[in-house]
């Protein structure tokens, strides 16, 4: 296993254990597959974390990409962290919301507002 990948895995189970979300949550939250984080942090993951997984995950847990990449860029505090994480619960669930059509159209006539 190579320095980068174990690094990546460190980092993000430290990250994500600040957060107190699960591996599934997380990978839910960032949109991959259940078990790609546990691979991550495991260092099951064989080759270099890829730019398009990292920024998913890296947005989820509020730090840049490229800590999670190659462990450059600033760490964020807990508090960011967890900031970061109910805004990816918050855009989850209006996601899911949207995709099962529970969001409503607004009735101008029900708003109290003129229509066209």
Avoid at 6 to 15: D, E, I, P
């Amino acid at each position: 296993m190579s320095e980068v990948i174990s690094q990546s895995g460190v980092c993000l189970r430290k990250l994500r254990e600040m957060a107190g979300i699960s591996t599934r949550e997380l990978a839910e939250l960032a949109q991959v597959s259940p078990g790609y984080p546990g691979h991550i942090e495991s260092g099951r993951r064989r080759g270099k974390l890829g730019a398009s997984i990292a920024i998913r995950l890296a947005a989820v847990l509020g730090c840049h990409f490229e800590l999670l990449v190659d462990g450059t860029g600033p760490e964020p505090t807990e508090e960011e962290v967890k900031a970061a994480v109910a805004s990816a619960r918050a855009r989850h669930a209006a996601r899911a919301a949207h995709e099962s059509g529970e969001h409503q159209a607004v009735d101008p006539k029900k708003s109290g507002t003129d229509g066209p």
